[in-house]
Nanobody, 119 residues
């Protein structure tokens, strides 16, 4: 069994910072991509940022310059540093990984962690 376990999140005022962390565990051969998505109430889940095994990154336009994604391949972890948070960043944040495991190439998701930014 493979899983992603998230930590971090919480309530912060606009302009503040939070850091999300996610660790993958289980019988994983390799992880091709890791990243974060978010979902606000009444809206679809959207990409926030992803990072490849070689360190290539992709950010949503709305978070460029404010969020930084990083990854530790040895520990199978991914972090999201969020600075200058805005109320529109509020939502449930989900860790994501595209892995190669015993079942083959698979996408897995964390359980989600809530980020609330007050104005």
């Amino acid at each position: 069994q493979v899983e992603l376990v998230e930590s971090g999140g919480g309530l912060v005022q606009a302009g503040g910072s939070l850091r999300l962390s996610c660790a993958a565990s289980g019988s994983i051969f390799s992880i091709k991509f890791m990243g974060w998505y978010r979902q606000a109430p009444g809206k679809q889940r959207e990409l926030v940022a992803t990072i490849g095994s070689g360190g290539s990154t992709l950010y949503a336009d709305s978070v460029k310059g404010r969020f930084t994604i990083s990854r530790d391949n040895a520990k199978n972890t991914v972090d999201l540093q969020m600075n200058n948070l805005k109320p529109e960043d509020t939502g449930a944040y989900y860790c994501y990984a595209r892995i190669i495991a015993t079942m083959g190439l698979t996408d897995i998701w964390g359980q989600g962690t809530q980020v609330t930014v007050s104005s």
